[in-house]
């Protein structure tokens, strides 16, 4: 019998990912008595590392870059850097090889990227720090409105002046252009635009969609601002501060324990169930669950309101992820490779190319040139492998598992077991091999986790999907997860808040979707005696 088994709980949140320890914190804070339940052996969800690859280089298992955790209040309001959290920075935030051995570079300090844009195109300079001027006085605002509960009132009693002194319907104007016209726009050179979309690609937007274009502007000035951080010593590092601030308030945590039902009595949460056994009574539940794991099936449909219900049989899922770890003996040979290395290396031939492939995923075709993101964590966090070394990591998007209607390289199946992730896997390493002539030569081990081997780690990335359903705009904002929910995180069952990535604001380890969900709850208990503890 779990030691947590027979307490009485003020909450239950299912899920020790980002965003249920975000939750669980908010709610301890508040003077609740909060169990977090996870069924994995490792709390984390995806923000976790091991040593599987090779023992003497640590990987991040899923995410590894954090510019959202820099930026979201619900993260940086909890000052994990006083439990133990460091954060590390590359030489250079982002890099995209280009032609012939040239490079578009991000930096934290922005003459800097605009003198290397200017270098490649004159008059790009210019361009790139109008650019940051608008983010100067949108970006704050609009950040909070993302990432607070839906509607976003004061920060968007904030953004709406801010919009009008950067240039009002103009400015609105560029914000909804698809990002491959955005570039083209802004930009007489390449090098402006390929950055502008390979952080677009971070999503599973097409790049000829409007929704494309403000998202590559966000994570392109997010890089610039704040950088793409990494915790030292691997992204568990995260996770651990977050888990040891939360038992320093007296939360319990409880591992390997899979919740497998929600009880509901009269539309009223009571409490959870496990697969051995447990019952778990509480009066709230914050579940950082995927939506269709919540609703389609730890909650008897009948305990739903119908209008969700109905809502969920049009819930669509993110595409599949293929992710590759490579343990290097040297650093990556990069063709003309920067001084200032990149932490992050985007890699594709063209903003075209990118549409391109984009678009091909989107319509369940596996591409043949997989735009890759790419991951330089020795380079980032000199911890992660020996000197000399370079714990290195690539991902794509692919079409879900059972989406897959073609290969437009001929040789993958679409069922994602073990030979088609390794035949995709050589496609991507190909792709660096193009960039970086003899990587191959520098392989000492390998891992692939394809989207059943994604899944089946992280029970969230359904099929592969890392964002907890599309980001498309269909399904954002007040249409997160479904239009029933109005974007928030009661779900209509008294005490049950859903709090994971499917809910508003949607994917990224920025812990607002837990914060919403934790707010939710203290807000719908106002009115009970319950004590708050004094925080010095």
Known sequence: MSPAAGRAYDAVVIGAGPNGLVAANLLADAGWR??????????????????EVHPD?????????YPLALASRAMTGLQLEDHGLVWEHAPAVLGHPFGDGQWALLHRDRARTAAGLEALHPGDSHAWLELCRTWDRIGP??????TTPFPPVRAGARLLPAIVKAGGLDTVRRLATPVASLGRELFGGEAGGLLLAGNAGHADFPLSSPGSGVFGVLMTMLGQTVGFPVPRGGAQSLTDALVARFTSL??????????TRVVVRDRRVTGVETR???????????ADVAAPHLFGGLVDADDLPPRLVRGMRDFELDPGTVKVDWALSGQVPWTNSPIDVPGTVHIADSVEEMTQTLAQVSSGVVPDKPFLLTGQMTTSDPSRSPAGTESFWAYTHVPQPGATRGDAGGEISGRWDHDDCERFADRMQARIEARAPGFGDLVMARRVLGPHDLEARNANLIGGAVNGGTSQLHQELVF????????????????????????????GVHGAAGANAARAALWQHRTRAVPRRRTT
């Open 480 to 507: 997160r997860p479904v239009p029933a929910m109005r974007g928030r995180a009661a779900t209509g069952v008294t005490g049950l808040f859903l709090g994971s990535a499917s809910a508003h604001p949607g994917g």
């Open 276 to 286: 051995d056994g447990e019952r778990y009574d509480a009066r709230t539940v914050v």
């Open 34 to 51: 909060v169990l977090v339940l996870e069924a994995q052996a490792t709390a984390g969800g995806a923000v976790r590392s091991d040593r």
């Open 250 to 259: 007296g939360g319990d945590l409880v591992l390997d324990a899979e919740v």
């Open 141 to 146: 605002s609009l950040i909070d409105g993302l």
């Open 57 to 65: 280089f640590v990987h991040d298992t899923f995410s590894a870059f």
